[in-house]
């Protein structure tokens, strides 16, 4: 061997071979790693904590069950829930499957309409939830009949009635994804009461705020909405705008006026709501 071969096998182990041994190391390394995220992403993926709201009249009381939409396995939860009216006093929150249950004591002091509900395992040990199972139960008197709606609390914003943080956290410690729930019903007679389910004619009807053109893109397939009007609510069920809509099939309703936040609308027709929805209007 020469002395210029001699010298480049020194160099090489030396200096160049550790150097490609520590970068087959880190290779393997970030494989393994880049595996295991993917993998945590496939398992980890957030879940959905689903429920409906249903409401019927007792005693004069308007009482509103929380139902699963699925099976759960929790730790604990946490939400809240209000009411648009300002003729409605908050009376009993109460659960057969949870009797421990409370809601927390500073709810009704400042913001006597909103109820927020903090729950979890005394034991540490996940409690089940079955599909169908009425998880709380809220109770309202009711002062002067109208139209409402009772809706669980958005998370985010400044004042502190009107948010209220949602989580919910199952059995793998995992934090779910919780779905909006709103009930919309009317009162007649201080005993009858209209659940406010859609009108099956309107299952076409598609309600869109565009917050690029600063308005609502409505469209309909099979239904002329000539007569029917949008009407749009603040979270305290204050009617902040509406319009009168056409028979187009495809319609612009221009809304510049409305100001950041969360809204509930409704297209109704002689004062009868027939379908509903939530947007969120952003600058």
Same mark, same amino acid.
């Given at each position: ?6 010298? =480049? ?117 996940? =409690? ?20 409402? =709606? ?90 902040? =705008? ?42």
């Amino acid at each position: 061997m020469s002395k210029c071969d001699a010298a =480049f096998v020194y160099l090489y182990d030396s200096i160049f071979k550790p150097i490609k041994i520590r970068i087959m190391k880190l290779s393997i390394v970030f494989s393994a790693n880049a595996f295991l995220l993917f993998c945590g992403t496939l398992i980890g993926q957030a879940q959905h904590f689903s429920t409906k709201m249903n409401i019927r009249v007792e005693n004069q009381e308007i009482i509103a069950d929380l139902i699963a939409l699925e099976d759960y396995s929790l730790l604990s939860f946490q939400f809240g829930f209000y009411h648009n009216s300002e003729n409605v006093t908050y009376k009993n929150l109460y659960s057969s499957l949870l009797p421990d249950i409370t809601k927390l004591s500073n709810s009704n002091e400042v913001c006597p309409k909103y109820v927020r509900i903090a729950y979890y395992s005394k034991n540490s040990l996940p =409690f089940s939830i079955k599909k169908g199972d009425i998880i709380l139960t809220l109770v309202y008197q009711e002062d002067t009949p109208k139209d409402h =709606f009772i809706c669980m609390m958005p998370s985010t914003g400044n004042d502190m009635c009107k948010y209220f943080t949602r989580e919910v956290n199952d059995g793998n410690f995992s934090t779910m994804i919780v779905d909006d729930v709103c009930a919309h019903f009317r009162i007649q007679n201080g005993q009858a009461i209209l659940l406010a389910n859609e009108d099956a004619q309107l299952d076409g009807v598609k309600c869109l705020y565009n917050n690029t053109l600063k308005g609502f893109d409505i469209s309909s397939s099979t239904l002329s909405l000539d007569g029917y009007s949008l009407s749009v609510l603040d979270l305290n069920g204050k009617e902040v =705008f509406r319009s009168n809509l056409n028979a187009s099939s495809s319609q612009f309703i221009s809304a510049e006026r409305l100001l950041t936040g969360s809204y509930l609308y409704s297209i109704q027709k002689s004062k009868q709501a027939s379908k509903y929805g939530k947007v969120i209007v952003t600058e």
